[in-house]
Nanobody, 119 residues
Framework: QVQLVESGGGLVQAGGSLRLSCAAS????????MAWYRQTPENSRELVAS???????NYTNSVKGRFTISRDYARNKVYLQMNSLKPEDTATYSC?????????????WGQGIQVTVSS
């Protein structure tokens, strides 16, 4: 089992920055990919950025050049640095982690944290 707790959300003006943090606890030695997703009431959940166990990253097109995902392997944390924020970035952001046990993939989610960007 892995528990994920997000922090760092809030209200920011357009053009501003926020840094989201996600702390993992529990069976962290099994952690594989980690990621940030976001969801609004009007849209389905969207992958924002992911980072693999080896550090490879992937971003959705709308955040490329503005957001950076990073990972602290020693502290079992993943971060999302969000710069040049836009009102359309307003959403609930959730941390995601996957583990592999005996060739079976398990997925875990944080409780979600609100990010609101005012125009």
């Amino acid at each position: 089992q892995v528990q994920l707790v997000e922090s760092g959300g809030g209200l920011v003006q357009a053009g501003g920055s926020l840094r989201l943090s996600c702390a993992a606890s529990g069976s962290t030695f099994r952690l594989g990919d980690m990621a940030w997703y976001r969801q609004t009431p009007e849209n389905s959940r969207e992958l924002v950025a992911s980072i693999g166990k080896g550090g490879d990253t992937n971003y959705t097109n709308s955040v490329k050049g503005r957001f950076t995902i990073s990972r602290d392997y020693a502290r079992n944390k993943v971060y999302l640095q969000m710069n040049s924020l836009k009102p359309e970035d307003t959403a609930t952001y959730s941390c995601y982690a996957a583990t592999w046990v005996l060739m079976r993939r398990y997925e875990y989610w944080g409780q979600g944290i609100q990010v609101t960007v005012s125009s």
